[in-house]
Each structure stands twice: as C-alpha cells, then as structure tokens.
C-alpha cells in the first residue's frame, strides 16, 4: 500500500503459527556451502514472475550481504506468493504480497532491493521466534510489536544500506528513499502504523 508517493510495505510476523582445479573443492573459509540463487535450500512458491524476483532478491543479497542471505536460507524454508505479507513461523513460510515483491511505482531494481530487505528482516522475525521470544503477532501488545519491528529493521536497514553501493544511478534514489521511510521509524520521527495492524486486516 502507498500514501501519496510515501513507501508503505511493512512487515510483520503471522504466528499461525566450483572447483578450483578437477577434484579439488575451493574451500571455503566460513566452513559453509558457497551460497547462491543456485545453491539456496528455499522453496519457492508463486507464478512465473514472482519466481523470478524472488531469485532476483537472491542474487542480490548473494552480491551485497551474503551473511545475511545465510540467514536467510537458514530462517526461511519456503517463500510463497500471498494476498498479503508476513513469516509464517510454525511453516517457516515467508509469505509475500505483491506489493511486497513489486513495489508499485518503483523501478525494477529498487523493487528487487525492497524485496530483498523485506526477507531479511521476516527471517529475522523467525530468528527471534527461536531464541524464544514471543512472535505471536495476534497476542501482542503495541509496545511488543514495536520492539520485535525496530529490531528486524535494523537488521534490515544494515542489509540495505551494504547492499545501496551496488544499486546503480538511476535506481539510487528511489532505494535511498526506501532506507530513509524506515530510518524514520526507527529514530520515532515516523509512527509505525502497520504496527497497529492485525493479520488478518493487512492490505500490504
């Protein structure tokens, strides 16, 4: 959903519930596969072109934050087309609108980096459910669901602003916008009103 020419595309949490030479593996210094669009373990549910930005959003985490793409991977067993948006934390389902994976009115390539923001910041919604702390969206107070939503943006914030660098020119502002709508929840200067919002009635 977009006021005036403002993003508005929260998030939230629905508690419903190669080888270098022949034989030889490049190591790898993490100790980790070599994450990739190729490689990531996520099931992806959805038509044609949201499949195909959805490994967008992948190949650009892979470029520009690949620990958070682990995280990621490591967070989210599946990523499904939906009516609206939000981690389905007993499925490990990140289920995304379209106005989630298509920002309306952005180009391409800012879309892709909002999208790619918005799954590290539901993955971390699932983190937070595994370290035990309450995610239960329905059963929230207003003041928990914004301590658990200035948490996972922050997380997400640090992707997009390492990932900002690698978007070119033309897309630069339209993603520096996008950063600058979520700082502004994060300093108080914007009220969190999709904080406010019950699952069932998101329009995003």
Not at 79 to 95: A, K, P
Not at 124 to 143: I, K, P, R, V, Y
Not at 182 to 200: F, N, P, R, S
């Given at each position: 959903?977009?006021?005036?020419?403002?993003?508005?595309?929260?998030?939230?949490?629905?508690?419903?519930?190669?080888?270098?030479?022949?034989?030889?593996?490049?190591?790898?210094?993490l100790g980790e596969k070599q994450l990739s669009a190729d490689t990531v373990k996520i099931?992806?549910?959805?038509?044609?072109?949201?499949?195909?930005?959805?490994?967008?959003?992948?190949?650009?985490?892979?470029?520009?934050?690949?620990?958070?793409?682990?995280?990621?991977?490591?967070?989210?067993?599946?990523?499904?087309?939906?009516?609206?948006?939000?981690?389905?934390?007993?499925?490990?389902?990140?289920?995304?609108?379209?106005?989630?994976?298509?920002?309306?009115?952005?180009?391409?390539?800012?879309?892709?980096?909002?999208?790619?923001?918005?799954?590290?910041?539901?993955?971390?919604?699932?983190?937070?459910?595994?370290?035990?702390?309450?995610?239960?969206?329905?059963?929230?107070?207003?003041?928990?669901?914004?301590?658990?939503?200035?948490?996972?943006?922050?997380?997400?914030?640090?992707?997009?602003?390492?990932?900002?660098?690698?978007?070119?020119?033309?897309?630069?502002?339209?993603?520096?916008?996008?950063?600058?709508y979520l700082v502004g929840m994060q300093d108080g200067t914007q009220e969190c009103a999709?904080?406010?919002v019950e699952w069932g009635d998101r329009s995003w």
């Amino acid at each position: 959903m977009f006021v005036s020419s403002l993003l508005f595309v929260p998030f939230g949490i629905n508690h419903v519930h190669a080888a270098a030479s022949a034989g030889t593996p490049t190591p790898d210094p993490l100790g980790e596969k070599q994450l990739s669009a190729d490689t990531v373990k996520i099931e992806i549910r959805g038509n044609n072109e949201f499949v195909s930005q959805t490994r967008s959003a992948f190949n650009m985490l892979a470029q520009c934050d690949l620990d958070a793409f682990r995280k990621v991977d490591e967070f989210m067993a599946k990523i499904q087309e939906y009516n609206r948006s939000g981690m389905e934390i007993v499925s490990d389902t990140f289920l995304a609108s379209n106005t989630t994976a298509f920002a309306p009115g952005y180009s391409r390539e800012a879309q892709v980096f909002w999208y790619a923001g918005t799954m590290v910041h539901d993955a971390h919604h699932n983190w937070q459910s595994a370290q035990g702390m309450n995610t239960d969206w329905g059963s929230l107070s207003l003041e928990q669901r914004e301590e658990l939503e200035t948490e996972a943006r922050k997380v997400q914030i640090d992707t997009l602003q390492r990932c900002l660098p690698s978007i070119k020119e033309s897309a630069r502002s339209e993603a520096q916008a996008m950063i600058d709508y979520l700082v502004g929840m994060q300093d108080g200067t914007q009220e969190c009103a999709y904080c406010k919002v019950e699952w069932g009635d998101r329009s995003w």
